[in-house]
């Protein structure tokens, strides 16, 4: 049970923005407050699919039984990778069916085994339920085993993730014990995703993988820089911390990822980053990926990648897959309308965005009250408390999650089919990266805005910047365009 009382902060009553404290814990089993389950299956009236990683997922946290025959007979650790039939004896994810559009499907026909990677990590890859590489998969493994620089821009939930992972994955060798590459993010919870993914695609190899970032005990960081570490994920100011420390030896790490690059190039960043980078060696590869490149990031890439391989995949900046509407509303009317919004849509789950912890807090009580689960996520929360959010929001112990900025890059969770702002977004790529919480990996998605009076102009701004259609909100929505 939790200790901390019936709903700490986050599930959904407004009683939570604790600021104390420095746990380090990350919660596996799901809050017993759990109203709904949107994953269960297709009972739920509201249920409109299953998505692949609801199977996938539970495997990893082990908590189902296999998806298939071939999962029940062979146990991971049983394949032999030097066997011929090593293909047939993987534990491959039941297929995702559901309907993809040319942001991921639209690839020159490559093979994950066209790249020569190892078996190992070949297995990892089929057994995280790929089967060929998307698009910016395609145009950047290659390239990063070459040892260029890359400053890669491409879609969201496109596949950046693996994109860099693979090449950096196939070029660690596991036999020298040094960290090999590190991989940069703004927020401790794509810290942890990218981790996952890391950890998942790895599952073969041995390759050791450490997560690190602020709001967990230092000290357990530098006891497990005593073992072994070959690929390092973090935020920049806890890594720059053990640098200086001189528990993170940095001088053979020949690899930085940089995701969410441009993020990682403000006010808040940068400084943590360019230190980090004076105790690399002269010689490392740098690799940037971001669905957003402003020009802000100009200075950077001409100090630190003079002559990067270019990859831009996004001749039209918004997905494919995601139907924007605005609804015109006076700030006081905004709860009532979410509440329509909430009785009318096919909700698999939703993000809902604030543009405060505040708000955030109230809007997840009244949203509460009004009889709607839903947990709620800001960065003035304790660590534990954000990681419990996560991991069960992720595993589908919660159908709506409130939330500010902190969810609104990188995170990736396949049953979001829609994504609500209920505070209109500042900046037109603080936009794209919100609305591109739903519709991953080339499915269908949602995004409805609520706008103010005062948002009109922003609005306008923002659909000019992206070169986007927001249509009105119409009476009905044909559930065709966001549940296929
Ligand atoms: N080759 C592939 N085949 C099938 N699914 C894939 C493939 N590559 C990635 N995915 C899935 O696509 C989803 C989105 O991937 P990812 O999070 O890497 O996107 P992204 O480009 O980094 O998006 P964002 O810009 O929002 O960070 C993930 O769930 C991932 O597992
Ligand atoms: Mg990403």
């Known amino acids: 049970m939790n200790p901390r009382g019936r709903y700490p902060p986050g599930y959904g009553n407004a009683g939570g923005g604790n600021t104390g404290g420095n746990p380090n814990y990350y919660a596996r089993n799901p809050h017993p407050q759990q109203q709904y389950v949107p994953r269960n299956y297709a009972q739920s009236q509201q249920q409109q699919y299953v998505p692949r990683n609801y199977v996938s997922n539970r495997n990893q946290m082990g908590s189902d039984s296999g998806p298939s025959e071939v999962a029940k007979a062979v146990q991971p650790d049983g394949i032999d990778s030097s066997s011929q039939d090593w293909k047939a004896q993987l534990r491959i994810p039941p297929q995702d069916t559901r309907y993809k559009t040319e942001d991921v499907t639209a690839t020159k026909g490559n093979e994950f085994e066209d790249y020569f990677l190892k078996r190992e990590l070949l297995m990892g890859i089929y057994e995280k339920g790929f089967e060929r590489p998307s698009p910016i998969q395609e145009e ?14 491409a879609k ?17 060798d596991q036999d020298n014990n040094v960290i090999q590459v590190v991989i940069l993010v703004p927020t ?24 690190t970032t602020g709001g967990t005990s230092l000290k357990d960081d530098i006891m497990r820089l005593y073992q072994p570490v070959h690929l390092l994920v973090g935020t920049p100011g806890r890594i720059l911390d053990l640098a200086r420390k001189g528990v993170c030896i940095l001088k053979d790490c020949s690899m930085l990822i940089m995701d969410e690059a441009d993020k990682l190039l403000t006010p808040e ?52 897959g995601i139907t924007q509407f605005y609804a015109f509303v006076e700030e006081r009317q905004k709860v009532h309308c979410l509440n329509t919004l909430f009785s009318k849509l096919q909700i698999n789950q939703s993000i809902i965005f604030c543009n405060s912890v505040n708000r955030v807090e109230l809007l997840a009580k009244k949203i509460t009250e009004l009889g709607y689960s839903c947990f709620y996520i800001h960065a003035k929360m304790l660590q534990d408390h954000r990681n419990r959010v996560f991991h069960d929001f992720r595993n589908g112990a919660c159908r709506n999650l409130v ?82």
């Not at 969201?156 to 660690?172: H, S, V």
């Not at 100090?303 to 270019?310: A, H, W």
């Open 156 to 172: 969201n939930g496109t596949g950046k993730t693996a994109a860099f992972c693979i090449p950096a994955l196939e070029k660690i």
């Open 269 to 320: 960043f940068q400084p943590s980053v360019e230190q980090l980078i004076r105790f690399l060696p002269s010689n490392r590869q740098i690799l940037m990926f971001s669905a957003t490149f402003p020009v802000t990031v100009k200075d950077f890439k001409d100090n630190y990648l003079p002559k990067p391989y270019i990859i831009n995949l996004m001749d039209e900046l918004t997905l494919k």
């Open 403 to 484: 939330c500010t900025d902190l969810f609104t890059r990188g995170i990736d969770i396949q049953a979001v089919n829609v994504v609500i702002n209920f505070d209109f977004p500042r900046n037109a790529e603080t936009y794209l990266h919100r609305v591109g919480r739903s519709g991953r990996f080339g499915h269908l998605g949602l995004a409805v805005n609520l706008i103010t009076y005062e948002d009109r102009f922003n609005l306008y701004r923002i659909e000019q910047e992206l070169g986007t259609e927001i249509k009105q909100i119409p009476p009905q929505i044909d559930q065709a365009i966001y549940c296929r």
């Open 188 to 211: 401790r919870e794509l810290a942890l995703q990218t981790s996952q993914v890391c950890k998942e695609l790895g599952k073969h190899l041995k390759i050791q993988i450490m997560v």
């Open 140 to 153: 950047s493994i290659p390239i990063a085993l070459t040892g260029s620089d890359i400053l890669a821009r």
